[in-house]
C-alpha cells in the first residue's frame, strides 16, 4: 500500500515568490495533517482537515499561507509571498480518524529554501 | 500550552548497548503519545502508539513507557544495532477535543557505532 506522497521533494525559491506543495495522503484516510519542521526542531501543526473541513488552522500564518483540501482526499498549501524564514521542511500526514488509536503517518516533506 | 522536552539531545553509544531516550511533557491530560524515528531528510515514521491508559507499549527491540501524572515517557532500545541510528521524537496528543494534536519534543538525536 502506497504511503502518503509529496510533491516536490525539494524547492528552491527567491523570496516573495509564490510556492505550492501537494499532498496525497493514504488511501481512507479521512484526517489530513500539514506540519512545519525547523532544523533541529520537532514538527509544528499548521492546518489539520477532518475530510475537506479545516477544523484547526489556530496555526496557519493567515496572511501569506493558505490550504485547501476540496474533495476530501489530496490537499495544496500555498505561501504567498515567500519570505526567508519560511525555509524549512512542510510535512504531510495523515489518519484514519481522530480517536486515540488512530496512528498518523507521515509523507517525507518538502524542503523548501527561500534565498 | 503544551510543552515537550527530551533529554539527552544526542546520544552516542557502542553497538549492542541498550538505549534510554527519555521524554517529558508539561499537560498530563493527553490521548495518548506516540514515539516516532526520523532519518535524515525523511519523514516520519511511527514506531510506538501508548494510549492514555496504558503504562506501556513493546515492539521487538524497542518498549515504551508511561507515566501520565509525572509527564514522563521513556523509549528503550534494547541491543542496539547501528540501523538504529537516527533522530527519535515523542509526541503527546492532546485530548480529544483537540483531535488527536500532537506536540512534539526537539527529538534525541542517537548514533550507534559499530
Known amino acids: 500500500e502506497a504511503g502518503v506522497v509529496q510533491s516536490p521533494r525539494y524547492k528552491i525559491i527567491e523570496k516573495k515568490q509564490p510556492v505550492a506543495f501537494w499532498c496525497n495522503p493514504i488511501?481512507?484516510?479521512?484526517?489530513l495533517y500539514w506540519y512545519l519542521q525547523n532544523l533541529g526542531q520537532g514538527p509544528e501543526l499548521l492546518i489539520r482537515y477532518e475530510n475537506e473541513e479545516a477544523v484547526d488552522d489556530s496555526q496557519l500564518p493567515k496572511d501569506r499561507f493558505s490550504a485547501e483540501r476540496l474533495k476530501g482526499v489530496d490537499s495544496t498549501l500555498k505561501i504567498q509571498p515567500a519570505e526567508l524564514g519560511d525555509s524549512a521542511v512542510y510535512l504531510c500526514?495523515?489518519?484514519?480518524?481522530?480517536?486515540?488509536?488512530?496512528?498518523?503517518?507521515f509523507g517525507p516533506g518538502t524542503r523548501l529554501t527561500v534565498l | 500550552k503544551q510543552e515537550v522536552t527530551q533529554i539527552p539531545a544526542a546520544l552516542s553509544v557502542p553497538e549492542g548497548e541498550n538505549l534510554v531516550l527519555n521524554c517529558s511533557f508539561t499537560d498530563s491530560a493527553i490521548y495518548n503519545l506516540q514515539w516516532f524515528r526520523q532519518d535524515p531528510g525523511k519523514g516520519l515514521t511511527s514506531l510506538l502508539l501508548i494510549q492514555s491508559s496504558q503504562r506501556e507499549q513493546t515492539s521487538g527491540r524497542l518498549n515504551a513507557s508511561l507515566d501520565k501524572s509525572s509527564g514522563r515517557s521513556t523509549l528503550y532500545i534494547a541491543a542496539s544495532q547501528p540501523g538504529d541510528s537516527a533522530t527519535y521524537l515523542c509526541?503527546?496528543?492532546?485530548?480529544?477535543?483537540?483531535?488527536?494534536?500532537?506536540?512534539f519534543g526537539g527529538g534525541t538525536r542517537v548514533l550507534v557505532k559499530p
Open positions: 500526514a495523515s489518519s484514519l480518524g481522530s480517536q486515540s488509536t488512530d496512528t498518523q503517518y
Open positions: 488511501s481512507g484516510h479521512n484526517t
Open positions: 509526541a503527546p496528543a492532546g485530548f480529544k477535543a483537540a483531535g488527536n494534536k500532537l506536540t
